[in-house]
């Protein structure tokens, strides 16, 4: 009697700081092994402008090296684990961080290649999180709101500065030369999958339905992106980029083709292996973690995204605040629901590297230095309250401009009680969401949490479930978005038929289990009463536009000081 080859997938996540590559056993979901690349450029992969604290971009040639290295060194940790063989490698998924548009040539090379652009940041990959185009964002918001087609029905209301077109929109004003040598723009997501198959011309190469439905206004009930009209209303240059573009998104259970011999060689695989068309680390992650109807999926990281899916033969409302509402972006024939928060992991690493006292920072890790401080303060001893505005709000409130605030600090406030109130902070506005979700009709059943902070950090999980007053559930994997990838990877190569019937064997239960304080949920709920009230005064239109106002002018005032 023989028993069948073991088959694998391999999935590769491309994170806002490394790129991971996974290699997962398709038959149980076991994981053999993995290898994370750091991005070599800019701080932590990140190349910032002390002149303006909202750009963030990223070198693209760094997500080329990072696929090679991450997927070599996976590859030969594998080989050495007993009935792996690289021929029975199924099929490559890929992830990453979104909205990252980047600036393409005819051939689809990133401009940041050609030695002429290797200077301009403009020409880099656009990261998620930055934020440059504010002003374009209110601008395609204010056009949108009352046309015909309501593009932003699906996204929430509000078109956001971390999106599509905003960016490309805010190149075009502030990069004329890099926009006018740009003969389109690709998504991350998009980019890595269409160059490791060799299909890059920016009209055929696949475009995913995740990125091109959440950020990028694509639907087909108006036959895909926004209408040429509409686009040339923002700028008569824009409708070409419409061309240029796919006529069809697709969802990440497809292939966009198969892994070319240049690549395969370089990484040690055999050519040949299907890979499926890319979609967001978050929305992957969400599969990875075994979302279903009624499970919202929290990856926590340096910001949060929340997924949920929806059946589509069910009535969805228009969900104000959300970041998007998309059939197939998370599991096809699903509607992908999409939430999330601008900053949590990046909070906590602000205060703990330019604030934290040194008794906390000097030794050890500072964050668990901090916990272990902070959570000897009972709920509500401090005093404290913050928002968790410190990169501007993604959801409800859709508004980059929005800053953080810290109430009730005294001359007697300790570092561990700041680090508490804003952990809180980042809670509460977990909670914003989940209670957005039910007021529209789509109830909460169950929490699943993913994430670097949602694996090493129980003190956070444990605010989380006594502010939610909900269990919080651990996923079983600590490499989530991978593992989604992985997923699609065997889909794509015709193991599983369906999204949902490779969950079923590669999602294992929840490693651990949060469960709410009674006493903790009851100090919690009101403070949160008071937070709301912060929320929903700091949040207004007229205090977001005196406080911008504001921000706008101590930008002025620093660069024109460190200057003089």
Known sequence: MTTSPKRFAIGVDFGTNSVRALIVDVTDGSEVAAHVSEYPSGEAGVLLSPKDPNLARQNPADYIKGFYSSVKRAVAAAKRKRGFRVEHVVGIGIDSTGS?????????????????????????????????????????????????????????????????????????????????????????????????????????????ICAAG????????????????????????????????????????????????????????????????????????????????????????????????????????????????????????????????????DIFNWFASQLGPQQFTAKGDPHTNLSRAAEKIRPGASGLLALDWNNGNRTILVDPRLTGLLVGQTLSTSAPEVYRALVEATAFGALTIINRLDEYGVPVKDVVNCGGIAEKNPFVMQIYADVCNRSMKISHSAQTCALGAAIFGAVAGGVYRSVESAQRKMVRPPRRVYRPRKAAAGVYSELYGLYKQLHDTFGRADHAQALGHVMKSLIAIRDRTQKG
């Not at 652009?117 to 601008?139: G, I, N, S, V």
């Not at 990484?267 to 009624?294: E, Q, R, S, T």
Request: proline letters at 7%.
């Open 100 to 208: 990252t548009p980047i600036p393409v040539d005819r051939d689809g090379t990133p401009l940041a290649l050609h030695a002429a652009f290797q200077r301009e940041l403009a020409a880099h990959a656009w990261l998620w999180k930055d934020h440059t185009a504010h002003a374009e964002a209110a601008e395609i918001t204010a056009k949108a709101a009352d046309h015909r087609d309501r593009y932003l029905a699906n996204c929430g209301g509000v078109y956001s500065s971390e999106w599509y077109w905003s960016k490309i929109l805010h190149c075009k004003r502030s990069a004329p030369k890099v926009f006018a040598a740009a003969y389109s723009w690709v998504e991350l997501a998009d980019f890595i999958p269409a160059f490791i198959t060799g299909h890059t011309d920016p009209h055929r190469l696949a475009r995913g």
């Open 214 to 345: 959440h950020k990028a206004m694509y639907h087909e009930d108006w036959g895909g992106l926004p209408s040429e009209r509409f686009l040339a209303s923002l700028d008569p240059d824009l409708p070409v980029l419409r061309r240029r573009y796919a006529e069809r998104a697709v969802p990440a259970d497809r292939k966009a083709g198969e892994l070319n011999a240049e690549v395969a060689r370089k990484v040690g695989l055999p050519a040949g292996v299907a890979v499926a068309v890319g979609a967001f680390d978050a929305h992957m992650g969400a599969v990875g973690a075994g979302i279903k109807p009624g499970t919202l999926v929290k990856i926590i990281g340096t910001s949060t995204c929340d997924m949920m899916v929806a059946p589509m033969d069910e009535p969805l409302p228009d969900i104000p605040g959300l970041c998007g509402i998309v059939p197939d972006s998370v599991i096809p024939g699903m509607y992908g629901i999409e939430a999330g928060q601008s900053a949590v992991g």
